[in-house]
């Protein structure tokens, strides 16, 4: 059966099997199904050899959390993201992917999102919202309004990001606004990115918000984004689209982190918060992006110290829908990440990842934001008069 997968990047791995120890579910699992190098001699088997696509082969792929931690780990430079994001639109269309489509066709539509959300945070309080879903931090019934302060760079706000965590949003733009850049956020120009289609196998519908989003932000005005899953997709509208505009396009997609780091020079000079902060590093920021370094320049001029996890940027199993999807794997994957927190001892971690946050807050770890951060002692020292 053909995955549509490129022939050529399939084969690009030798099977040595130096990617195992990266993978998140193969450290929990020790299971080879449900490693990098066994999922790819999965899609051979289907692909090249028309092995039918059984239960366990299916679950195989299903589990995979696309942390792509995989890919900086492989000597042989296997795409491994393309080979499962291909993968996955093929189940998808499959299985008949009207449900999934339906279910995420509000993201697109901000009233609708709103409207959800705001039901969503009143059955929250009501308790009856399910554990499973891991919802504990509150979803706003009120957001306090973005307005443009300038034209310097956009400001990516997205979809669930906006209706949930504005208040992220808000601190990025009073940051980046302390390093003197007039901010223009996207807002309903851009409603949504289309990373959680891509992840879902959704491709058709992400082809269609690449170009919406492309659509809704003309100019050359550098893309900040505060999400580092937005981020990695803004970044591969190229690979996704294929085109001159869309790779153009990409090229000026930023981390804001990534941004900052260029121009910390420009933040004002504060009193450090007397906090020690762990750096949990997004998957997407890390290990596709690779752009997770710039948070510590950021963070530590503002903050007493600036600790590192012990697991080596290990998933912490929140892959967008995956927590919802898989909920008992992502449970065991995030222990690891807990234990490695609990050892570096830290009154907060930074994240700069909604999914991640929302994922480790529900295990009652405290998270912020790295623009959460700088932010506070920006606003401390000013109103201290520093
Ligand atoms: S993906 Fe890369 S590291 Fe993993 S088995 Fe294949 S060639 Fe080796
Ligand atoms: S993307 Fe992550 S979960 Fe999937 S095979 Fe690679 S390392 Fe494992």
């Not at 549509?4 to 040595?16: H, T």
């Not at 690779?290 to 600036?306: G, K, M, N, S």
């Not at 994957?333 to 830290?346: F, M, N, Q, T, Y």
């Amino acid at each position: 059966m053909d995955l549509g997968i490129d022939p050529e990047r399939l084969n690009a791995c030798v099977q040595c099997g130096l990617c195992l120890t990266a993978c998140p579910t193969y450290r929990v699992s020790a299971d080879e199904t449900m490693s990098p190098r066994g999922r790819i001699a999965l899609m051979r088997e289907v692909q090249d050899r028309g092995a039918p696509l059984t239960r366990e082969v299916v679950r195989a792929f299903d589990t995979c959390v696309q942390c792509r931690a995989c890919e900086p780990a492989c000597p042989s430079g296997v795409q491994y993201g393309s080979l499962i994001e291909a993968t996955k639109a093929t189940l998808a269309s499959r299985r008949g992917g009207w449900i999934r489509a339906l279910a995420f066709a509000p993201l697109s539509r901000p009233r609708l999102l709103r409207a959800g959300s705001v039901l969503l945070g009143i059955a929250q309080r009501a308790h009856l919202v399910p554990r499973r879903l891991g919802l504990s931090a509150r979803i706003p019934l009120w957001r306090a309004p973005l307005r443009a302060s300038g034209d310097d760079v956009w400001m990516f706000t997205g979809c669930v990001m906006d209706a949930w965590q504005r208040d992220v949003h808000l601190a990025t733009q009073r940051v980046l606004e302390a390093a003197g850049f007039g901010v223009r956020p996207t807002g309903a120009g851009a409603p949504c990115c289309g990373a959680l289609h891509v992840h879902a196998g959704l491709h058709d519908r992400a082809v269609a918000l690449a170009r919406r989003t492309m659509d809704g932000l003309p100019g050359d005005a550098p893309i900040v984004v505060n999400s580092a899953g937005c981020g990695a997709a803004l970044k591969e509208y190229g690979h996704l689209l294929g085109t001159d505009e869309a790779r153009a396009f990409s090229a000026r997609v930023v981390d804001v982190q990534e941004f900052l780091a260029r121009h910390v020079d420009r933040l004002p000079t504060v009193e450090p918060l007397a906090l020690r902060v762990a750096v949990q590093d997004p998957c997407h920021l890390r290990h596709v992006q690779r752009a997770h370094e710039p948070v510590r320049t950021v963070l530590r001029p503002f903050v007493r110290e600036c600790v590192e996890l012990d697991d080596e940027g290990l998933c912490c199993g929140a892959g967008g829908a995956y927590s919802v999807l898989e909920p008992g794997m992502a449970g065991q994957i995030r222990e690891r990440k807990l234990s490695s927190i609990g050892r570096a001892r830290p009154d907060v971690v930074a994240s700069a990842n909604p999914g991640c946050s929302m994922h480790l807050a529900a295990a009652g770890v405290a998270v912020r934001h790295p623009m959460e951060i700088v932010d506070e002692a920006l606003r401390l020292s000013a109103r201290a008069g520093r």
